[in-house]
């Protein structure tokens, strides 16, 4: 969908461009005789297919990282989580489409569920009465099957994701992608965008190595027209239960996300401290917004929702399907 194929030359003139397969660059390129007939200019059918997948979710957000490891699918678990228990009315669905580390499924504690196919397409699998979740965990054979996917088939099944789930009305549906500006991260924002999005939130930690990665990560978004909501500095702080001492774990070296926020001009939803009991309820799949309502991580939690849906319901024109420009 980019217009410069991934194989490309290095002088390809892109598939958009007059000279497509006509260039001299395009010489021996693979690509030349589908770019030189048009073909390769023309949209991705399966952009109509999302689109119309899609179309009776009213708020749809990506849930972004620059590098992995930083706690992306512990805060959309969170979200989900939070934004279900907001209303018992209102719907909420998580796409874990991170499908080289789909860990949503046992974060949610709904590991080794089946996920049924029919006519009207794959049925997410239920976490709560208005929570739901599809993952590609649900379709390994082994949880610890490794998943090793070469890069079309990566998009194959992201593309299969995004049109063949059946998530009937929600009211919000997180997307947990691939970390970084991979191929398969790409594909699965290009794709989204066409459906219309309200927007990205970023995940980050404090320390430079991890904010080097999420600049880049809001240029892709800058460069791709997709807003970002704001930022989560993720385990910013920790409060030792005992002592109640404030220790900077991942010390947050060039002022951390606030300052980043603020070069880029971007919004700070918030932080989240880093809090083992966090990190033991997900190993084991439990709510922790339910284990520990009080807790400091879920107040901080709440308040970012409180910023989040506030976005979502000031600007609910926001989700119109956009063109897709390539990035
Ligand atoms: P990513 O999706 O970015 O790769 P994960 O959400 O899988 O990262 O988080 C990586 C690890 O860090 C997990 O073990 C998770 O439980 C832990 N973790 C994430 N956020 C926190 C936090 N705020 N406090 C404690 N542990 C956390």
């Given at each position: 969908?980019?217009?410069?194929?991934?194989?490309?030359?290095?002088?390809?003139?892109?598939?958009?461009?007059?000279?497509?397969?006509k260039?001299?660059?395009?010489a021996?390129?693979?690509?030349q005789?589908?770019?030189?007939?048009?073909?390769?200019?023309?949209p991705?059918?399966?952009?109509?297919?999302?689109?119309?997948?899609?179309?009776?979710?009213?708020?749809?957000?990506?849930i972004?990282?620059?590098?992995?490891?930083?706690?992306k699918?512990?805060?959309t678990?969170?979200?989900?989580?939070?934004?279900?228990?907001?209303?018992?009315?209102?719907?909420?669905?998580?796409?874990?489409?991170?499908?080289?580390?789909?860990?949503?499924?046992?974060?949610?504690?709904?590991?080794?569920e089946?996920?049924?196919?029919?006519?009207?397409?794959?049925?997410?699998?239920?976490?709560?009465?208005?929570?739901?979740?599809?993952?590609i965990?649900?379709?390994?054979?082994?949880?610890d099957?490794a998943?090793?996917?070469?890069?079309?088939?990566?998009?194959?099944?992201?593309?299969?994701?995004?049109?063949?789930?059946?998530w009937?009305?929600?009211?919000?549906?997180l997307v947990?992608t691939?970390?970084?500006?991979s191929?398969?991260?790409?594909?699965?924002?290009?794709?989204?965008?066409?459906?219309?999005?309200?927007g990205a939130?970023?995940?980050?930690?404090?320390?430079?190595?991890?904010?080097l990665?999420?600049?880049?990560?809001?240029?892709?978004?800058?460069?791709?027209h997709?807003?970002?909501?704001?930022?989560?500095?993720?385990?910013?702080?920790?409060?030792?239960?005992?002592?109640?001492?404030?220790?900077?774990?991942?010390?947050?070296?060039t002022?951390?996300?606030?300052q980043?926020?603020?070069?880029?001009?971007?919004?700070?939803l918030?932080?989240?401290?880093?809090?083992?009991?966090?990190?033991?309820?997900?190993?084991?799949?439990?709510?922790?917004?339910?284990?520990?309502?009080?807790?400091?991580?879920?107040?901080?939690?709440?308040?970012?929702?409180?910023k989040?849906?506030?976005?979502?319901?000031?600007?609910?024109?926001?989700?119109?399907?956009?063109?897709?420009?390539?990035?």
């Amino acid at each position: 969908m980019s217009s410069i194929p991934e194989n490309a030359p290095q002088h390809c003139p892109g598939t958009q461009s007059e000279d497509a397969g006509k260039a001299s660059a395009c010489a021996g390129c693979p690509n030349q005789n589908i770019c030189a007939s048009g073909e390769a200019s023309r949209p991705d059918p399966a952009i109509e297919l999302i689109k119309n997948r899609l179309s009776n979710v009213k708020h749809k957000i990506l849930i972004l990282s620059g590098k992995g490891g930083v706690g992306k699918s512990t805060v959309t678990s969170l979200l989900g989580h939070g934004l279900a228990a907001r209303n018992a009315n209102m719907n909420v669905g998580i796409l874990d489409a991170d499908i080289c580390g789909p860990s949503q499924p046992r974060v949610l504690g709904v590991r080794g569920e089946q996920v049924h196919n029919s006519g009207s397409g794959w049925s997410p699998v239920y976490v709560t009465d208005n929570l739901s979740l599809m993952s590609i965990g649900f379709l390994l054979g082994s949880p610890d099957d490794a998943v090793i996917w070469r890069g079309p088939k990566k998009n194959g099944m992201i593309k299969q994701f995004l049109s063949e789930v059946d998530w009937g009305q929600l009211d919000y549906l997180l997307v947990d992608t691939p970390p970084g500006t991979s191929d398969e991260h790409l594909s699965a924002v290009q794709y989204l965008l066409g459906a219309g999005l309200s927007g990205a939130v970023v995940v980050t930690t404090p320390q430079e190595v991890a904010l080097l990665d999420v600049r880049k990560e809001i240029q892709f978004c800058n460069k791709l027209h997709l807003t970002v909501l704001g930022v989560v500095e993720n385990m910013s702080l920790f409060v030792c239960p005992n002592c109640k001492t404030r220790s900077e774990i991942f010390p947050a070296t060039t002022g951390g996300a606030s300052q980043m926020c603020s070069d880029l001009d971007v919004p700070l939803l918030g932080s989240l401290p880093l809090d083992p009991l966090l990190a033991r309820c997900c190993d084991d799949g439990r709510d922790f917004l339910q284990e520990l309502p009080n807790s400091p991580a879920v107040l901080a939690l709440n308040d970012i929702l409180d910023k989040i849906v506030a976005i979502c319901e000031k600007n609910p024109g926001s989700d119109n399907a956009s063109s897709v420009p390539s990035a």
